[in-house]
């Protein structure tokens, strides 16, 4: 059976600071990969997806980045931290189509200080 | 673009009954799936129930199903005899093959009264 891993479940970080979060997808091959920012009360934002290795489609425009160095490794990146990306962090992969079901990782709660 | 309305901020059902959420929806793609899916408090996404545009039967899964009025763009979730435990938030969301995209509403808060 497939599974979805991030790490850390939770992060506090200072303003300016880096962060990297890593997702790994378990039990298959070729998913596509996603990355969520979900705020407190609220729904889920997509920023990033990918359909392959070196493949990444960003959604919002922002200070965040994301590279899938392998086929089921998927990292979230910032150099410098802002206030505003304090979040749930969630991060989700499917098979080939986007109109196959998502499934999700445990998240990673980030704190900007 | 495609876009996902859900109207309730809030729901309160009785432990037992029955429970409607609604979704409503918006998209020019012929091909589509519509998804539910239930966070509780832990966080932790889990998806619910699929719909496919095709589909000619509303979807069912345990005590979930799908109300698919395809005319009227709108993808309610029942849930039956409501659980303490179905207590969280739920969204819907649409995905589809032609633009790329996967859609969340904003989300439904459930609350089941003993």
């Known amino acids: 059976s497939q599974t979805i891993h991030q790490w850390p479940a939770t992060l506090v970080q200072p303003v300016g600071s880096p962060l990297s979060l890593e997702c790994t997808v378990e039990?298959?091959?070729?998913?596509?990969l996603y990355w969520y920012r979900q705020a407190a009360g609220r729904g889920l934002q997509l920023l990033f997806y990918?359909?392959?290795?070196?493949?990444i489609s960003s959604e919002v425009p922002q200070n965040l980045s994301a590279s899938r160095p392998q086929d089921r490794q998927f990292i979230l990146s910032s150099k410098k931290l802002l206030l505003s990306d304090s979040g749930f962090y969630l991060c989700?992969?499917?098979?080939?189509?986007?109109?196959?079901?998502?499934?999700f990782g445990p998240g990673t709660r980030l704190t900007v200080l | 673009a495609q876009k996902i309305t859900q109207t309730q901020p809030g729901m309160f059902v009785q432990e037992k009954e029955a429970v409607t959420l609604d979704c409503t929806y918006d998209?020019?793609?012929?091909?589509?799936?519509l998804f539910w899916y239930k966070q509780p408090s832990s966080g932790e996404m889990i998806f619910l129930i699929y719909?496919?545009?095709?589909?000619?039967q509303n979807a069912t899964e345990g005590r979930y199903s799908l109300n698919f009025q395809k005319a009227r763009k709108s993808a309610n979730l029942v849930i039956s005899a409501s659980q303490l435990g179905d207590s969280a938030m739920y969204f819907c969301?649409?995905?589809?093959?032609?633009?790329?995209?996967?859609?969340f509403g904003t989300g439904t808060s459930l609350t089941v009264i003993p």
């Open positions: 989700a992969w499917s098979s080939r189509d986007f109109y196959n079901e998502q499934f």
């Open positions: 039990g298959t091959s070729n998913p596509n």
């Open positions: 990918s359909v392959g290795i070196g493949q």
């Open positions: 998209t020019s793609d012929p091909s589509y799936g």
């Open positions: 719909q496919g545009s095709y589909d000619q």
């Open positions: 969301a649409i995905g589809s093959a032609a633009g790329n995209q996967f859609y």
